[in-house]
């Protein structure tokens, strides 16, 4: 499996109003084998993982399955939060998406159901 591109939206300490990306076919990173992850702590190493993570299998493996993921990992203060990732195995490309929201996407509103699936 070869990871392709990166979205997200209020992730851990990656608030944003909107969707980021970011496009691991474009540069600096095509043509690159290989590339690390750096920054101090609370930049959002960790949480970029977390991305593929949700993406992929709904969960997140430091948070284990002790309640839903979205208590854990929705930026505070948010009412929605979405983890995608696009990824190619042989000559096929998927993506793999994962969001939550609290009832009408605001901050106080209750929790909805998680959503998760996959595109081919």
Same mark, same amino acid.
């Given at each position: 499996?070869?990871?392709?591109?990166?979205?997200?939206?209020?992730?851990?300490? =990656?608030?944003?109003?909107? !969707?980021?990306?970011? @496009?691991?076919?474009?540069?600096?990173? $095509?043509?690159?084998?290989?590339? %690390?992850?750096?920054?101090?702590?609370?930049?959002?190493?960790?949480?970029?993982?977390?991305?593929?993570?949700?993406? =992929?299998?709904?969960?997140? !493996?430091?948070?284990? @399955?002790?309640?839903?993921?979205?208590? $854990?990992?929705?930026?505070?203060? %948010?009412?929605?939060?979405?983890?995608?990732?696009?990824?190619?195995?042989?000559?096929?490309?998927?993506?793999?998406?994962?969001?939550?929201?609290?009832?009408?996407?605001?901050?106080?509103?209750?929790?909805?159901?998680?959503?998760?699936?996959?595109?081919?």
């Amino acid at each position: 499996m070869k990871v392709l591109a990166l979205r997200w939206q209020n992730i851990h300490s =990656l608030r944003c109003a909107s !969707p980021q990306t970011i @496009d691991l076919e474009a540069a600096p990173f $095509h043509g690159n084998g290989l590339f %690390t992850i750096t920054g101090p702590t609370g930049a959002g190493k960790s949480t970029l993982l977390d991305v593929i993570c949700l993406a =992929l299998y709904g969960r997140t !493996p430091r948070f284990g @399955d002790s309640v839903g993921p979205a208590e $854990h990992v929705m930026s505070w203060g %948010t009412g929605e939060c979405v983890a995608e990732v696009d990824y190619a195995v042989a000559d096929r490309r998927y993506r793999s998406r994962w969001a939550c929201h609290r009832a009408g996407r605001k901050a106080e509103g209750r929790l909805q159901a998680q959503i998760g699936r996959a595109h081919v």
